[in-house]
């Protein structure tokens, strides 16, 4: 899975850095999101999709597949 986001449509709500702090930044001069990293770890998946459907601007592009879970 990879992320992306478009600082463009960001309102810099701070959703995405609640959510997933490890994947998502806000800078500091302006307040938009900025990316940690691009590759989403598998435990970091559910906070990256969730922080994509909280954010109001529709800032943020998951793409690829959900990582295999393993275990019962």
Same mark, same amino acid.
């Given at each position: 899975?990879?992320?992306?986001? &478009? %600082? !463009? ?7 995405? /850095? ?6 998502? $930044?806000?800078? &500091? %001069? !302006? ?7 691009? /590759? ?6 559910? $906070? ?25």
């Amino acid at each position: 899975m990879q992320v992306s986001v &478009d %600082r !463009d449509r960001c309102c810099s709500s701070g959703m995405c /850095v609640t959510n997933a702090p490890a994947v998502f $930044d806000q800078d &500091d %001069r !302006d307040s938009l999101v900025m990316l940690r990293r691009t /590759v989403v770890l598998p435990e970091q998946f559910d $906070d990256v999709v969730l922080a994509a459907e909280l954010c109001p601007g529709r800032a943020i592009t998951v793409t690829g597949n959900e990582p295999e879970r393993t275990g019962a």
